[in-house]
């Protein structure tokens, strides 16, 4: 039929047979994701005058953005979402405690292969990682999934990146998305979806396809997959509870592609974004030596227990230049507990480093803000003017790797050094 | 004399002083944290035109209000504070992620007995517990009797003696001793007193738990708060010291056998029973039967009166293969690094989590809500933190409780205020 994933994937949730990029389809997804801004859906909702959800089952809240509440402000807002949750007995509730809600959402086996997702949050292209079609809507949007069950969308062309080799020590898949970024512009897939293929994917742990599934996203993407494989299955069946809900999509042997790539991932070298785009990349030689007050590891893309764990093995036995705030915020309860068990935490901490509580935290200005002049190196997926803190501070984007090596030195390092 | 009065006397040159003398003494140790840090700082800066520090090496900043800025005037604030240190060469900088401020002051063995400690906050009476005289002082009096002179003014306070014996009940703990006390002495029933704490139960207790005594003297109105040094509090200190190959040898105060009282208090601990502060002061001191069965959202262990490796080790153990009430938020917040990593060194943190546990940076936690610990109209906190005044957490109608590391623990597994003595393992 030649047909992508997510022409599949679309096709199948409009209920139609096939589906064309172009083509616009009231499509039916599987899960809502809203996060700490479930209130204003909630809100939404009493001003339409809608009491009925189309099905309790397919929401899922996660209050992580500003976990715990900074104001009370904040705090009614938490207990408003808590309330809505409570009074429609949606089961898919998670608190401040749980952390990033994809991540959590990921662990917890509520995404699986070829489902549809929607959430109030452009990185819901992370569930591609999984083979699930993630995309981010408004939160009137959600209100009225929530409500109606369906959303119109168009649907996507898609391009074909292939990926050979191997990363060189010290270079991972931020530094292959931070390099796709630099190179096609952030508005260089612009509403296209983005399959991945090649020799190098079978080699490629699920955290690191959630850290290309979630990056795609800045380089426009509107959906993005890593097709399920072996290392899929193996991640999410235990998670899933039952194998039957564990149905791959994959792509058409003849699907048609609207461009192709092809990296080798051999040739590439650490990347930083530079401030203020993310597709301002250079390689981490170029800005090698520029003075960083704050390190800040976490976020939906680099904040799993993975990446924690490259931090540790380079910060092992050493301690974090005196002049850096080195913030870990680990993505989620379930990594912050593995962190524990397996020592991660202990060396991030006798390191220098301050571990936070799991959630968002810094990367969406929740803790961690910066001063006027100030330079923070991170390893999350923005860094746009003023994201944390005084609009006259700057952020540099790293993978683990290379802000551990930096929070060593105090000075932008590239991890080579280390490795 | 007694402890107080012969440090008073050492550090204002004199032989001899008795309560209502007005000393100027020599200040060996001046404390702020990140808020008051920066309130000094524009005093001294804006107001003090031409000053020099005297000896910033006798400055410590402990930033715990913020462990990671909420927003950017805070950031703003912290950067200011650093720009500061740096200028003026005060080396005792602990930044955010150090922990409670004394806490953090005190593992790092800046504190020693017979000291002179100013700091501007109120529970720097704390320090009273190691044998010195350690008070609360404003932005003003720091920058420009502290920063510039190295010295403070004091009036040489009365002494009352609190005499403490009995063996508590199940399920009592220290602070339900030095809370009945702020109940029964009234927030102003010490006003610019000292308060010796003394007594067979005092000295059962080991140093950390016998610091809630002197610290919860500012609820009364004290001017401080001591125990008279004896061979645990030289063994704490010591090896609190061990790490310090620069600190100087210590002069350890006693009291004269004939040192006078204004009063002597007598309570027999064994008829206490677990206490809970209640909203809107801290001298609402209850019963906690009163109170229980009062729903609550969130739960807290955390704060210079709480957070220690003893309160995260409590609760622990009652949680173990427990979980959190579902409709509770319990929050855990390690005094300071040291405890952090011992707690999670021994496992704790494991089974807290395991429990629904949610494990925040070393700092000051919820106190004043700066990074948490901001309620809803209507929400409810237990904790075991110091302050529980309205606004202080949020909305000014959201309720605080003030309560044990057990009572904490306790109504965190049923979400309601609950007493510890039904807890089987307490």
Known sequence: MSQTIAEKILAKKAGVAKVSPGQIVDAYPDLVMSHTATWRSVSVMKKIGATKLYDSKRLAIVLDHISPAKTEKYAADQRTSRNFAREYGIEKFYDIDAGIAHLVLMEHGHVRPGDLIVGTDSHCTIYGALGALGTGIGYTEVTSVWVTGKLWMRVPSTIKVTLSGRFSPGVSAKDLMLYLIGTLGADGCGYRSVEFYGSALSEMSVSERMTMANLAMEMGSKCAFVPPDEKTQEWLLPRLGDAASYQPVLADADAVYERSIDVDLSTLVPMVACPHQVDNTRPVTEVAGTRIDQAFLGSCANGKYEDLAVAASILKGRRIDPRVRLIVTPGSKQIMLEAMRTGVLATLMESGALVTNPGCGACAGDGGMMADGEVSLSTANRNFVGRMGSNKSSIYLSSPATLAASALRGVITDPREFV | ?426
């Open chain 2, 1 to 426: 004399m007694n402890v107080i009065e012969k440090i008073l006397a050492r550090k204002s040159g004199r032989k001899i002083v008795a309560p209502g003398d007005v000393v100027v003494a020599e200040v060996d140790l001046m404390v702020m944290h990140d808020l008051s840090a920066n309130f000094v700082m524009k005093v001294f800066e804006n107001e003090m035109e031409a000053a020099r520090i005297v000896d910033p090496s006798r400055l410590v900043f402990a930033f715990d209000h913020n462990f990671a800025p909420a927003t950017r005037e805070a950031a703003e604030a912290l950067a200011a504070v650093r720009r500061f240190a740096a200028k003026h060469g005060i080396r005792n900088l602990f930044d955010s992620g150090c922990g409670s401020i004394h806490h953090c002051i005190m593992e790092a063995g800046l504190v020693a007995p017979g000291m002179v400690v100013i700091g501007c906050d109120s529970h720097t009476t704390i320090y009273g517990a190691i044998g010195a005289f350690a008070t609360g002082v404003g932005n003003n009096s720091m920058a420009a009797l502290g920063f510039v002179h190295g010295k403070g003014w004091f009036k040489v306070p009365e002494t009352i003696r609190i005499d403490l014996h009995g063996t508590p009940g199940r399920a009592v703990q220290p602070r339900d001793i030095s809370q009945y006390l702020v109940g029964r002495l009234g927030e102003d029933g010490a006003v610019y007193k000292a308060i010796e704490f003394a007594g067979p139960y005092i000295e059962s207790l080991d140093v950390p738990d016998r610091a809630l005594f002197p610290l919860q003297t500012i609820d009364v109105g004290g001017k401080c708060g001591f125990i008279n040094p004896d061979e645990k509090t030289v063994r704490f200190v010591n090896r609190l010291l061990e790490s310090r190959q620069t600190a100087p040898p210590f002069e350890l105060f006693r009291n004269d056998a004939d040192c006078r009282y204004s009063e002597v208090i007598d309570v027999d601990v064994s008829r206490i029973e677990p206490q809970v502060a209640c909203p809107p002061t801290v001298g609402n001191v209850k019963p906690v039967e009163d109170v229980a069965g009062t729903p609550i959202n969130v739960a807290e262990i955390g704060g210079s009166t709480g957070g220690r490796l003893s309160d995260i080790r409590t609760l622990a153990r009652c949680l173990a293969n427990r979980r959190v009430h579902p409709g509770v938020r319990l929050q855990v917040v390690p005094a300071s690094r040291d405890t952090y990593l011992a707690a999670l060194r021994e496992g704790l943190f494991e089974i807290l989590h395991l429990a629904g546990a949610n494990i925040f940076p070393p700092s000051a936690g919820s106190n004043q809500a700066f990074n948490m610990g901001a309620l809803a109209e209507d929400e409810v906190m237990i904790s075991t933190q110091a302050r529980n005044f309205p606004g202080r957490n949020g909305h000014p109608a959201a309720s605080h409780f003030l309560a044990s590391p057990l009572t904490v623990a306790a109504s965190a597994l049923t979400g309601r205020i609950t007493d510890p003595r039904t807890l089987e393992d307490a």
